[in-house]
């Protein structure tokens, strides 16, 4: 069975920067593609970043494109987010998600989809303080 455990989330002031990991285990993590998302107090799950099964692709959200990295490490089966610039409004529990998307197009298309994933972990929770 496919689990994935997210770790590293805490309480910092604006300005900081974090980093998440995501465990993965169950299954051959190369062979996985993985996201993070956020969850707010609405319930939602937002989009924040994705990355493909070889590492070569990555995505972004728009409210985080250009202060954050999401990478992985096949021989950890662990994939991280790093956030520079933390703000207030990046506030939230993150997620991990992991499942397999199919070949490179449909990854570009549907990565960002939180319906894509079949695999998530508990979340991480994030607080931003001004």
């Known amino acids: 069975q496919v689990q994935v455990v997210e770790s590293g989330g805490r309480e910092v002031q604006a300005g900081a920067s974090l980093r998440l990991s995501c465990v993965f285990s169950?299954?051959?993590?190369?062979?996985?593609?993985m996201a993070w998302f956020r969850q707010g107090p609405g319930g939602g799950r937002d989009f924040v970043a994705a990355?493909?099964?070889?590492?070569?692709?990555?995505k972004y959200s728009d409210s985080i494109k250009g202060r954050a990295t999401i990478s992985r490490d096949n021989a950890k089966n662990t994939v991280y987010l790093e956030i520079d610039v933390l703000k207030p409004e990046d506030t939230a529990t993150y997620i991990c998600?992991?499942?397999?998307?199919?070949?490179?197009?449909?990854?570009?298309?549907?990565?960002?989809?939180?319906?894509?994933?079949?695999?998530w972990g508990q979340g991480t929770q994030v607080t931003v303080s001004s």
């Open positions: 998600g992991a499942d397999r998307l199919g070949n490179p197009d449909r990854w570009n298309r549907y990565a960002s989809n939180p319906l894509s994933y079949n695999t």
């Open positions: 169950g299954s051959t993590f190369s062979r996985y593609d």
């Open positions: 990355i493909d099964r070889p590492g070569s692709g990555r």
